[in-house]
């Protein structure tokens, strides 16, 4: 008997998830090496012990790959790409796999409880300020870090690939980054709601295209209203002036307008879905009368 209910259940559970939505993965299959594209891109932290990275190349599945173009992100580097400390510890790593044009960014943390400030979100968000296009990227440190450090490896593997981005936009978007988990860990304001707020305010300009700094101030206003968050006097003067410096450097948002969509529809369009959420109660209900009848059966 208790095999028969053990099977009966397996059954539900996998009938259960069918329903369930499907999460997207970054692309670290074994692919072999494609020439078109290159070879996917390994940035270790300088400050990993060797079993640390070790480690950290497990995390990164860098094994599924014929082939890797291996580099080290160090203190300098954070220093020379967006003016940081040159003695910065540097653990957080990423693998970057090229795409096609019109692919766009795909983001995964392999270690989101070792990845404490930074969100896949706000990695996404701040790439998109620096420039970066079409790659699968996957984040991962084996000790506890902010994340920050990993957005400078993504830098350096464009760099080592001849992709040369814009340094005012790097430095930008780091400060975006430093903004969001400012944002996250002093307000007090939910990393989802901060990624969502960014996003918007980054529709909204490409919607409106302010030309003054006032009119920015207007954007981040109304989009703070609408998502009902409160913030200090200080941090709405940080992110005028933040979005004010994204609108001199002429960053064109409209080139990346589905992205931005995409970051903001995903988890509504799941919760707005009638009728996934029909399916699944469907679903509830049949299991429920299934299983008083296969008690019935067993027990009459």
Known sequence: MKNHIGLFLLSFILMFTSFLPQGVQASTGNEGINEKLGLPIVVYGEALSDAQKSEVTDLLEVDQHDEVDEFTVTGQDIANYIGGNPNSNMYSSVKIIHQDNGEGIDIEIATPDNITEVTKEMYHNALLTAGVENADVLVASSVQVSGHSALTGIYKAYDAKGVSLDEDRMKVANEELDVATSLADEEG?????VSELLTEIKKAIAEQNPATKE??????????????????EEDRQRLIDLFDQMRN????FDDVRNQLDELTGGLQDIINDEGFWDNLSNAIQEFFEALTDFFRSVFN
């Not at 304001?189 to 709601?193: P, Q, S």
């Not at 920015?216 to 913030?231: D, H, P, R």
């Not at 450097?249 to 064109?252: M, T």
Request: no cysteine.
């Open 215 to 232: 009119e920015i101030e207007q954007i981040v206003e109304e989009q703070l209203s609408n998502l009902n968050i409160e913030l200090s």
């Open 249 to 252: 450097l002429n960053i064109n």
């Open 189 to 193: 304001v939910d990393e989802a709601e």
